[in-house]
């Protein structure tokens, strides 16, 4: 479906929503501002900035987003934990980007369909906290929430949260959404010949001969693909190919949500114009709540993040509130179930979206449910859990004839110790060597290449 004939099945704003009418419900992960007058200053400076993306694009993202739904495309959306002011870099996102373009040709080619690209960057820079406070050596303070909150740093100043981060989040996104562009413009030369890809983790004691002969196969065929394709073009590929590139946030602070959101010229409705595909976690779905009530009024398509307790009845619940018209590319399921679970709670969710004639696109996060705790406390995952759950994942959709639309990542192209396992075969002693992140723990670089490996393989057309 073109994006013409998608906004021309668009409903109306409801009658009932405002921009700002999730004031007037409970809100959940809400850290409370000491000045009000601070923080409705900021939003109101903030709500007076230039858009960090348009409406056509978010409209072309939910038209390949539809046809991700019927199994045309599929979605690679991926990134960090948390971003943080401090890696707002050229080299960091320079990596960043090239992993998930790396990441997205391997599944380009063993899936048989375009890949749309979706990086969990430029904003991502607020998280939900599983407890509001954190207590060190018999303080307690608020918890980390993300730079767009308030700091990392154990202190009372940092730990308050402060208007102007709202503020610096922007110019932050600004910043990298803008180097990102330049960068998907220029093209990468490096990407477009495997060879110089790292790959040093097939050499690893846990990799297997076979699967090492395969993925080598694989990196190959790609490079072949693109040589064949360069020579019939008679110039570089990155000079005849267009690469269409997302951000996507949670969209946890509604303050900041709320403040990008505005009607554009010839368009009908409100677009959140602070990111293409902004998501709902699992900890602010509630039906009653103000997250669903903000979402269920923007024209943006919308992520929503299922857990493992989530009923048929909770499902059809929010998908009648945020997509009562059954748009395409409206409706993004994100499941974050845990290992073992989903060929039990995912055929029944996937029934009632079916009875109820819905197509969303259901989208596999194998990361979220499989977070543990070290002996000493230090968060992990533990990329067996990651892989097995992705696995079972794509047999349920296929025992069903349902279709897996995307896959949903936290990752870095940094070489972090911060998941267990993997070809490198990192251990519980070895996190420290490099464990960076503030948050949840993210795969490395040889830990994701790895998966979208597994994942191409797996799903071969």
Known sequence: MSPESTLAAATTTPADWTPKSWKSRP????????????????????????????????????????????????????????????????????????????????????????????????????????????????KTLLSYYG??????????????????????????????????????????????????????????????????????????????????????????VDKVCSVDFYTSHEGLSLPYESALTRKVPRRSGYYNLGCHLPWIGERTRQLDGAHIEFFRGIRNPVGVKIGPKTTAQDLLGIADTIDPAREPGRLVLICRFGQGKPKTVLPPLIEAMRNAKRQPVWICDPMHGNTVSTSTGKKTRHVDAIQSELIDTIEVHESLQSILGGIHLELTAENVTECLGGASGLKENDLDIAYQSLCDPRLNYEQAMETAFLLARRMEA
Not at 29 to 45: F, N, R, T, V
Not at 119 to 125: E, V
Not at 211 to 234: D, F, K, P
Request: glycine share 8%; net charge negative.
């Open 27 to 138: 809100i959940a992960q809400a850290p409370e501002y000491a000045d009000g007058a601070a923080l409705e200053a900021a939003s109101e400076k903030l709500g007076a900035l230039p858009p960090l993306v348009t409406s056509w694009e978010i409209e072309r993202l939910r038209s390949q987003l539809a046809d991700a739904a019927v199994g045309k495309r599929f979605v690679l959306q991926a990134g960090d934990c948390a971003e943080t002011f401090g890696e707002c870099t050229p080299a960091y996102i320079t990596n960043k980007l090239k992993i998930l373009l790396q990441m997205s040709l391997l599944l380009t080619d063993g899936l048989k369909r375009p890949i749309v690209r979706i990086g969990r960057i430029a904003g991502q820079y607020a998280k939900p906290r599983s407890s509001p406070m954190e207590t060190i050596n018999g």
């Open 147 to 236: 730079d767009l909150i308030n700091g990392p740093k154990f202190n009372e100043t940092e730990r308050a949260p402060d208007p102007q981060r709202l503020l610096l989040a922007y110019y932050h996104s600004a910043m990298a959404l803008n180097f990102v562009r330049a960068l998907v413009d220029g093209g990468f030369a490096d990407l477009h010949h495997p060879e110089y890809w790292d790959l040093n983790f097939l050499d690893k004691a846990g990799m297997t001969p076979e699967l090492r002969a395969a993925y080598l196969t694989r990196v190959n065929n790609i490079g072949n693909a693109i040589e064949v394709m360069e020579i019939i073009a008679g110039q570089p």
